[in-house]
């Protein structure tokens, strides 16, 4: 659902609502794009005016932002707020959430509590974490495409192990995946899986590619070699 407001300096601003179960892509005035999770509520200007660009969101986002060093570009939410030159990053606040996350792909942002804890600049691989509690601004190193599947439903993996592939797995599909004692970490998979509705399906097309065998019981997945 989408409501448009106009402000005294005549800023038109629109808000984006998607509803449950829905996703939805954006391209704003800049030519940035976003990516809408579900539940997620943006607010933006129809144009961006003056020498700065803001949103705000409520919920999930992924973001491509258009480069112009002369306008940097802010992501406000109730915890905190991301600032950013052009660049590809996550972002997650939403009510329910104890902590508000930010993990940058590629570029450079700069992460800040809006009660001014840390300030922090992000290179990529990175996510930072701010408690909402605390307070505390804690930064982790990610594999950081994984915390951004829901936007494109591609999990992406370089030279992983069976080790990292199901430890991926067990957390998209909320699994638990038991390996054989006697399976090797020597076969690797590089590529992309695409994120399917059952993990039956993702694990029939991995056996493409590695050398499995699974069973499936109840929430639990026994893999071995085949």
Not at 169 to 176: A, Q, T
């Amino acid at each position: 659902s989408l409501s448009t407001r106009a402000t005294n300096e005549t800023v038109e601003y629109n808000t984006l609502v998607v509803s449950r179960g829905g996703e939805y892509i954006l391209t704003l005035s800049d030519g940035t794009k976003v990516w809408l999770n579900s539940e997620t509520e943006l607010k933006y200007p129809v144009r961006f005016t003056g020498n700065t660009r803001e949103v705000s969101v409520k919920g999930e986002a992924y973001f491509e932002v258009t480069k112009n060093r002369h306008k940097p570009f802010t992501v406000q939410s109730d915890a905190m707020r991301v600032r950013v030159l052009g660049t590809t990053f996550n972002f997650k606040s939403d009510k329910s959430c104890r902590v508000a996350e930010a993990t940058l792909i590629e570029g450079e942002i700069e992460v800040k509590g809006n009660k001014e804890e840390g300030q922090i600049i992000l290179a990529p691989g990175q996510r930072a974490e701010l408690n909402k509690k605390s307070g505390r601004l804690t930064v982790k190193q990610v594999d950081a495409k994984l915390d951004a599947v829901w936007h494109d439903n591609l999990i992406p993996f370089q030279k992983a192990d069976i080790f990292t592939i199901t430890k991926a797995l067990e957390r998209f599909y909320d699994v638990k995946i038991i390996l054989s004692p006697d399976i090797r970490a020597d076969k690797t998979y590089s590529g992309v899986l695409r994120r399917k509705s059952t993990i039956d399906s993702v694990l029939t097309s991995l056996q493409n590619s590695i050398p499995i065998d699974y069973k499936i019981v109840g929430s639990n997945i026994f893999i071995s070699p085949k």
